[in-house]
């Protein structure tokens, strides 16, 4: 249950740029591969929220495909899983993106 | 972070053992803060904030930190990680007796000293950190554990992260290698059920492969389904019971 670490996290580098001013909701970068999973994290959201300036804001994640290049047949893809496999049967393939895990904005009062 | 007992904010807990338990904090509190609640104005317009920022950065930090101060004493980290119950106290116990270089351990589970008193035993410095509710360790758990271990320079430090095979491998604690110790009796399949464990490993133990006789453990199957996720990983199959192979395993931490 890392997503309560993570959520603290998230709360802890929200309120180091807004202080105490009132935020309304904290959106997200989540990728596939990030290992994080959005209900329990908005789950855990609340929890870390609690008496903090963030109380009642609301939590938005946009999850984000992972990205892979093939270095056998050149081809970019998109991946959903960890299986680093393209679609011509290769395995020489290198991971572009997908482990992201970004605030990227707040709504302030 | 509590100087003399370890405690700190996070909850964790970090012992070295042989000190005395407990001691009076007359000078410090150890309640976490709490902010006063300003409800919302309904009628209040927000705006919009642009921030960009990690949310692991604070943890990505610490971790850079640690691994600058380990290496500006030349010592090699290895995060050892697995499920409970894989062998990786034991593989250490051994380690420790193998090794040519002196070895320290920072030892984290959720609770008891039990495991920093085996690795004591063995002959190896420790630190217990106990985290609590927590189920893994971070950069600033390491860091504190390193205040209170204070490694020689030039030794072999191990970080026994907390037995699960998913938390663990979201944080860096500034190591120099991942090492993953997994059991023959948890099954070949658990590569592909645990991809982000094993895709972040640099090694992969098999433990326990004395029971391979016994269980339904396809050592070749397991490597495949792991080289998936993670083609440049290295898998090296030992018993830490009976000792077998155990010296492949010494020699990679002699390269290190």
């Not at chain 1, 929220?49 to 495909?65: C, F």
């Not at chain 1, 050149?74 to 393939?93: E, H, N």
């Not at chain 2, 904090?25 to 976490?32: K, Y």
């Not at chain 2, 980290?77 to 062998?87: D, F, K, R």
């Amino acid at each position: 249950m890392h997503e309560l670490a993570i959520a603290e996290s998230v709360v802890a580098s929200v309120l180091e740029r807004t202080a105490d001013r009132h935020v309304a909701v904290v959106r997200l970068r989540v990728g596939r591969l990030a290992g994080v999973v959005p209900d329990a994290l908005t789950f855990c959201f609340e929890l870390a929220t609690a008496g903090t300036a963030l109380a009642g804001a609301s939590l938005e994640i946009v999850e984000e495909h992972a990205r892979a290049h093939c270095r056998s047949c050149a081809a970019d893809f998109v991946l959903d899983d960890p299986i680093l496999l393209c679609g011509c049967g290769s395995a020489d393939v290198q991971l572009l993106s997908g482990r992201e895990l970004s605030v990227t904005s707040v709504e302030v009062a | 972070m509590c100087s003399s007992c370890g405690c700190g904010h996070d909850g964790a807990r970090v012992t070295t053992l042989g000190e005395p338990e407990g001691h009076p904090h007359d000078d410090h509190t150890h309640e976490g803060h709490t902010h006063e609640h300003v409800p919302a104005d309904p009628g209040t317009r927000t705006h919009t904030l642009e921030l960009e920022v990690a949310v692991l950065a604070k943890n990505d930090e610490l971790a850079a930190a640690n691994r600058d101060r380990l290496a500006g004493l030349e010592i090699v980290a290895v995060n050892l990680m697995s499920s409970p119950g894989s062998g990786k106290t034991t593989l250490l116990e051994r380690t420790i007796t193998d090794s040519t270089r002196p070895v320290t351990v920072i030892e984290g589970d959720q609770e008891t000293l039990f495991d920093a008193e085996r690795i004591r035993r063995a002959g190896a410095r420790a630190v217990q950190v106990n985290t609590g509710a927590g189920c893994h360790l971070d950069a600033t758990m390491v860091a504190r554990a390193l205040d209170s271990l204070d490694p020689e320079p030039g030794s072999l430090l191990f970080v026994e992260n907390v037995g699960n095979l998913v938390c663990p491998a979201l944080f860096d604690l500034g190591e120099s290698r991942k090492v993953v110790v997994i059991s023959v009796t948890e099954g070949d399949d658990k590569a592909l059920k645990y991809p982000h464990m094993f895709a972040a490993a640099d090694l992969v133990v098999v433990n326990k492969t004395d029971l391979l006789p016994y269980v339904d453990f396809d050592v070749d199957r397991f490597s495949a389904d792991a080289a998936t996720l993670n083609p440049a990983v290295r898998i090296v199959p030992v018993s830490a019971k009976t000792g077998a192979a155990l010296d492949v395993w010494q020699q990679w931490l002699d390269a290190l």
